[in-house]
């Protein structure tokens, strides 16, 4: 039995034949930017986390980079991320001409420590941009209560918390900003790229659908210098028929979590679960001195893993410069020890339990 970390075709086979219904819509509709359905889209996004508002952009990237463009931050001004998040978060801040200022996440959570935040602070910090890692929900109350203690706006990075609850609320639903990708993969991934800012006021709705459409809110007046990047009208359909089974794609991603969380034995460290956080497991990640061999092994047995992330940020060759003579330990000592393992929508309980199988006699 060979087992594909992901398999995006057997995935969305599920959902094959409500795509073709809605794409033979679409064509007819004759409308294929920013209409009706990514309205629909937008509204069901907003109302499913109990929110007023969703603008749907062209990526997770962009999400956050519109997030910050919106606040209009003295360029130069700081923004805490943490030190071993995917480099799309630390990119947003310098495309917004801003510096990222890392700290270190914590050990067990992989999530940035509350508690290392506050000594980042300087006079020029303006925000805290929390990832919630892997699908798992920051310490959000320790995070805004440092925020609203020095005045900063909180930008949430859900690119892999779709569903995710922090004591029973939804991520994105925390800060100023909760940014989202669509990319295929995720726990509600598109057919190709996409994203969404949630927000909860109208003034803030309007700044951002203009950010995404040339500055423009009515066509041909720019009101401000914006972007092109408009979530495609195909993408928020078919996202949209996805959206309804949302709850049930987390809830099967969670019961094979639960049979590696029961069944994999102690040589490995397991994610960490607590009553507080709803685990979405986008990824199911283990770590291990030996990863690498791990990983060698498990290939050799026909069962696909991957890292996330093989590089720590501060070592990446694009924007080292800006770290150089910093350490960040703990990250690197995550960077070196995670692997992820199968854990998709796609996968069925034998498939994992084949893994736990395999992966038990590694030694």
């Not at 094959?16 to 509709?29: G, H, N, P, V």
């Not at 003579?325 to 084949?354: M, W």
């Amino acid at each position: 039995m060979n087992i594909p970390y992901e398999n995006l075709k057997r995935l969305n086979q599920i959902f094959e034949s409500e795509f073709e219904t809605a794409f033979k819509s679409f064509i007819e509709s004759g409308w294929y930017i920013l209409g009706k359905g990514l309205k629909h889209f937008e509204n069901e996004f907003a109302n499913y986390h109990g929110l007023n508002y969703a603008v749907g952009v062209a990526n997770g990237l962009d999400a956050l980079i519109l997030s910050l463009r919106n606040n209009y931050f003295e360029a130069g001004s700081e923004v805490i991320v943490p030190s071993n998040t995917y480099i799309a978060t630390i990119l947003s801040i310098l495309h917004c001409q801003l510096k990222p200022v890392l700290v270190e996440p914590d050990i067990n959570t992989y999530n940035i420590d509350p508690l290392k935040i506050e000594q980042a602070i300087t006079s020029k910090t303006v925000a805290i941009m929390p990832v919630h890692l892997y699908g798992q929900c920051c310490d959000m109350d320790k995070i805004l209560q440092i925020a609203k203690m020095y005045n900063l706006v909180v930008i949430e990075d859900c690119a892999q918390a779709h569903g995710a609850l922090y004591k029973g609320r939804l991520s994105g639903t925390f800060g100023d900003y909760g940014a989202f990708s669509f990319y295929p993969t995720k726990n509600l991934g598109g057919l190709g790229d996409g994203g969404a800012i949630l927000c909860n006021t109208e003034i803030v709705n309007s700044q951002l659908e203009r950010l995404r459409n040339y500055g423009s809110a009515k066509k041909y007046y720019n009101k401000v210098v914006g972007y092109n990047s408009r979530l495609d009208e195909l993408q928020a359909i078919f996202l949209n028929i996805k959206l309804k089974r949302l709850n049930e794609i987390n809830s099967h991603k969670r019961r094979l979590a639960d049979i590696y969380l029961n069944n994999l034995n102690e040589q490995f460290i397991l994610p960490v679960v607590h009553p507080d956080f709803y685990h979405v497991f986008h990824i199911f990640n283990i770590r291990h001195a030996k990863r690498d061999n791990l990983r060698h092994y498990l290939a050799e047995n026909g069962i696909s893993t991957e890292i996330h992330y093989p590089i720590a940020p501060h070592h990446q060759k694009a924007i080292s410069e800006l770290f150089k003579g910093k350490e960040f330990p703990i990250s690197e000592q995550i960077h070196n020890t995670t692997l992820s393992l199968p854990c998709s929508f796609a996968h069925t309980t034998d498939e994992v339990y084949r893994v736990v199988e395999v992966i038990n006699q590694f030694n």
